[in-house]
């Protein structure tokens, strides 16, 4: 129940004033609406929601929260650089450009965080999906949030807290540290988001943000925008908060060789029904691109900084 005393009524705007003796329900006790509790987590979003059906239902197939919380949590003796890799993302090659330069951000975020907290810290995780960074915050109270339904290719069980990120059901002043990562391009109206992180970040708090420049469309259909730097300095700048980094995770040689790399080995699996001939020419495609990949790695940093996959940012509440 701690994890719910920083609840805000989306009707009334009231923080923590909530009934949660329910098992089916909790009520704000300022102006008596009832939200629904499914598997131990609040649904805090109105019925007349987008999806509002497809959002329970998918609610209803989480786990328990007391059987689904984070199996490895992250040693202050292992680097976290080493731990990013081994243990959250194992599949993503520490050689790609992009990937190395996010497990050595998250690496000094961590670092940063763990140095300046303790355990009433709270670092709150906005459209948090599988909620893996919550593996780096023993030490903290870690809170995710996000809605349930929006990809199948994410494992939602993690998930605090049922919430639209753009009416934030977290109290006011609340979070030390917000986490938004790979969020901002799936969310209709991104000033609203940026408002609603601002008003759940205490004074003095800082926001770390992934937001993409170059991506495919993914996670049809909520996929809405790419943000420049200068879009992204407005963004932010103009919801009060101090932009204090952004900084592109590659430059511009390595992004389209990459997406030809990543494109040219995935598009025979999902386009040719021989899968002999998909195979046949995904390894003759490996083979014929692999020398160009591995001068895209070496030799990127030679090119202008103008065109990464996305941006590593980070902001300030003063």
Request: hydrophobic share 40%; aromatic share 16%.
């Amino acid at each position: 129940m701690k994890k719910f005393n920083i609840l805000r009524c989306i009707n009334c705007d009231s923080d923590g004033n909530f009934d949660i003796s329910n098992d089916s329900y909790i009520k704000c006790l300022n102006c008596f609406s009832e939200f629904r509790y499914i598997n131990q987590r609040p649904l805090m979003v109105k019925n007349d929601f987008y999806g509002f059906g497809n959002l329970v239902e998918s609610a209803r197939k989480l786990k328990l929260r007391d059987s689904s919380g984070q199996k490895n949590y992250w040693d202050q003796s292992i680097d976290p650089k080493k731990f990013f890799f081994k243990e959250l993302f194992p599949k993503c090659n520490k050689f790609d450009l992009q990937w190395e330069f996010l497990g050595r951000k998250v690496s000094l975020m961590v670092q940063e965080i763990y140095n300046k907290s303790n355990e009433n810290t709270l670092v709150l995780d906005v459209g948090a999906g599988d909620a893996r960074y919550g593996a780096f915050f023993s030490k903290n109270t870690y809170i995710s949030t996000d809605l349930v339904f929006s990809s199948e290719r994410h494992n939602f069980d993690n998930i605090d807290i049922i919430s639209d990120v753009e009416k934030l059901s977290i109290a006011n002043d609340s979070a030390d540290y917000i986490l938004n990562f790979a969020l901002m391009e799936h969310v209709p109206h991104p000033d609203l988001v940026v408002k609603e992180m601002f008003r759940t970040l205490k004074n003095g708090g800082k926001i770390f943000s992934i937001i993409p420049l170059t991506r495919p469309e993914h996670m049809q259909p909520f996929d809405f925008y790419r943000f420049t730097q200068f879009s992204i300095r407005k963004l932010f700048s103009e919801n009060g908060f101090t932009v204090e980094l952004i900084k592109g995770s590659n430059n511009a040689l390595w992004t389209p060789v990459h997406y030809l790399y990543m494109i040219c080995l995935s598009y025979p699996f999902e386009n040719f029904k021989n899968r002999f001939f998909a195979i046949l020419i995904n390894r003759f495609l490996f083979i014929l691109l692999f020398p160009l990949v591995f001068i895209a790695r070496k030799l990127d940093k030679y090119f202008p900084d103008n065109f990464p996959i996305y941006y590593w940012v980070e902001c300030e509440k003063k």
